[in-house]
């Protein structure tokens, strides 16, 4: 995605400063000249504007403005010379890059400049689309967002979890908000990572008849990393300014009158001490905590208000506090429109999607399916991207992808436990059916995350390696659940077919390890790759060409070998660790590789030896210990069980040996590693 930035200026402080054609602002575009603006209207003629867009003057005159307000936008931009030149430039470049989308960041320092509903503007004369709405045009897709000069880029740390916090507020006489819709949503789009019943706490709180003290608590004793408010905006005055506030409940008095919250006060309760932030390290930001993300459905929250005194929106508010991403609404939201928004947001959001690319779509959503509000052009985000954005994608999409999978395997290994071990006799009924279609729907969950696990490859090449050993990972997963479903089946045409399935599967993984290898030439792809070579050898299932030209395994071993060693002898500490990992596989295998069986008996031993070299250098609960023990307890209760499988008695006395070393225990926090 490419970027451009377009940052408007003026004299003096932010607020108290009427719009006029007298005042000058300066508009800065990448590194264009400096260019001077003066904008062609009175203060109260934009204040009549917004008032027919928040739909106070009928629709007639909300019509029109739509429109006339378009024309005078696009006017005001495209008296932006580098701002043309860009985007021209740019459009061309972002297509080439692939999702085609122009980021334009709008950095504003004028509150008067905040009312402009920028996001409603035609695309400008001489820029791609020219005439037609900027952020619906496809020609050259664009997001806007908006931002303040006093946010840092480098707090952001993208969340690759999810914790989200759900507010609802409906106060007495106030119209009933789409609680039970939004919820719905919610739980749908976060159901890939539930997995067992009573998990849904660990990913998703709520927080009904929602005080502005409840809000506080809950931030104070959990660090969320989404939150999504639900609940009416409404006028309030503060002092001689009216601002936009939201409803929310009176703490110990839910059903009382409302108490109208500012969003500096929000963001005093969402922003909380005493945990780290989400925001990530740096500054005082350091000292709070906070989330990423956060949603506002409800009516104004992007709104400015008056001008006169010190302050903004709440969406301003929000972000000028510390918070990267805010997405909000600067006119009346539908509740249709509260809902396509929550439901298209968090679909991407929770997958680690880019934000920039869901609002595009968004908003061509709520045009095409709300025609009779303009609740597309009402959309306003502010955020602040750090540079390194896009590889911060790669890991939270990478990672939310893992976590989906191993939830769905999970599932499944959980649904094939039910199953009984020993097959029934022809007269006993059938396995149920509904463990059978809980089976199915797990593994249509594993085969759609392991599509986007595909697709991110797709986007961010250089993770090309990790995905595709994931992608390994999932594989040799999926075949010992193949291996439990046919000890499990009665039906012997079933039992072949997962035979099947399981071979296909160890295939699989055996090819994506070797294209890990020739990506990345290191020890522990080499190792899973021999791993399997012996496990499909021992069963019968290699072709003629398995120990073909680069594919020699005594080559390949020996390769490994080396390197692990030089690793566990001079590498970081981590590194260290693992290639003992590596070692402890390689001599295990030695046994079944061609060419090393004669080099003499000892192999246990020396596996054993790098084993409590891995116990002495890791701590209790490791996950590398955890990690090699599972990888090792496999040869003993899986691959050698597998049907026509003969693996070599050294190999087994081996995998014994380290068993007998390596402590069974769970580790003390999981990672979605490759094993």
């Not at 035609?122 to 791609?128: A, R």
């Not at 939830?407 to 022809?426: F, G, S, T």
């Not at 490994?560 to 003992?580: F, K, N, T």
Request: hydrophobic share 45%; charged share 20%; proline share 6%.
């Amino acid at each position: 995605m490419r970027t451009l930035t377009l940052e408007l200026l003026r004299h003096g402080p932010a607020h108290n400063q009427l719009l006029s054609p007298l005042t000058p602002y300066l508009a800065l575009c990448e590194n264009h000249p400096a260019v001077t603006l003066q904008l062609p209207m009175e203060h109260n003629q934009l204040l009549h504007r917004l008032g027919a867009l928040s739909y106070r003057l009928g629709e007639g005159s909300r019509g029109f403005q739509l429109h006339d307000t378009a024309r005078l936008l696009a006017d005001i931009l495209g008296g932006i010379p580098g701002l043309t030149a860009d985007m021209n430039r740019q459009a061309g470049g972002a297509a080439a890059a692939g999702d085609g989308i122009t980021h334009l960041r709008l950095v504003l320092s004028a509150s008067e400049l905040a009312l402009l509903p920028f996001e409603l503007t035609l695309s400008p004369p001489g820029c791609p689309a020219e005439g037609q709405p900027l952020l619906l045009q496809s020609l050259s897709p664009v997001c806007i967002t908006r931002e303040t000069r006093r946010v840092a880029e480098t707090q952001l740390v993208w969340p690759d979890e999810t914790r989200l916090l759900f507010v609802v507020a409906s106060p007495a006489g106030a119209e009933p908000v789409p609680a039970l819709a939004h919820l719905l949503a919610l739980r749908q789009r976060i159901e890939p990572w539930v997995g067992r019943a009573g998990r849904l706490g660990r990913h998703l709180t709520v927080l009904s008849h929602a005080s502005l003290e409840d809000i506080e608590a809950a931030c104070a004793a959990s660090a969320f990393t989404h939150v999504h408010i639900l609940a009416h905006g409404c006028e309030y005055r503060d002092g001689y300014d009216t601002r936009f506030g939201l409803m929310l409940h009176r703490a110990g008095d839910p059903e009382g009158a409302a108490d109208i919250v500012s969003g500096e006060r929000l963001a005093s309760a969402l922003r909380t001490p005493g945990r780290p932030s989400q925001a990530g390290a740096g500054g005082s930001a350091a000292r709070l905590g906070g989330p990423a993300v956060v949603t506002l459905a409800s009516c104004n929250s992007g709104a400015v208000g008056s001008i006169a005194g010190v302050g903004a929106s709440i969406a301003h508010a929000l972000h000028q506090a510390g918070i990267p991403l805010v997405i909000a609404s600067q006119f009346p939201l539908s509740f249709g429109g509260s809902v396509r928004m929550v439901e298209a947001l968090y679909d991407g959001l929770l997958w680690g999607e880019d934000p920039r690319s869901l609002l595009v779509e968004l908003r061509r959503k709520l045009h095409a399916q709300f025609p009779d509000t303009h609740d597309w052009a009402s959309l306003t985000a502010y955020s602040s991207l750090p540079a390194d954005f896009d590889t911060q994608l790669a890991q939270a999409q990478i990672q939310r992808a893992m976590a989906s999978i191993d939830v769905a395997l999970d599932i499944a290994d959980e649904v094939v436990a039910r199953l009984p071990r020993e097959a029934p006799p022809a007269a006993a009924a059938d396995t149920p059916a509904e463990l059978m279609q809980a089976l199915d729907n797990a593994l249509a969950r594993v085969r759609a995350a392991k599509q986007r696990l595909q697709d991110t490859m797709a986007r961010h090449n250089a993770q090309r390696a990790r995905i595709l050993g994931l992608l390994a990972s999932t594989e040799k997963r999926e075949a010992a659940l193949s291996h439990e479903r046919r000890l499990r089946t009665p039906d012997g045409g079933q039992q072949a077919q997962h035979e099947a399935d399981l071979w296909a599967s160890l295939d699989r993984a055996r090819a994506l390890y070797f294209s890990c290898y020739a990506l990345e030439h290191t020890p522990y792809w080499t190792t899973q790759y021999l791993s399997l070579t012996t496990v499909l050898r021992s069963g019968g299932r290699l072709g003629g060409g398995a120990e073909g030209p680069g594919r020699d395994s005594a080559a390949l071993w020996t390769s490994a070998e080396v390197q692990a060693l030089h690793d566990a002898a001079s590498g970081a500490a981590q590194a260290r660790v693992w290639a003992l990992g590596n070692l402890i596989e390689l001599y295990l295998l030695a046994p079944a590789v061609p060419g090393l069986a004669e080099r003499g008996a000892g192999w246990a031993e020396m596996a054993a030896t790098q084993a409590r070299a891995m116990v002495d250098g890791t701590a209790e609960g490791a996950f590398e210990r955890f990690s090699t023990r599972r990888q090792v307890q496999r040869y003993l209760d899986w691959y050698a069980a597998l049907p026509g499988t003969t693996l070599p008695p050294q190999l087994l006395e081996a995998a014994a040996a380290v068993l007998a070393v390596l402590p069974a225990q769970a580790p003390a926090a999981w990672n979605y590693g490759t094993g």
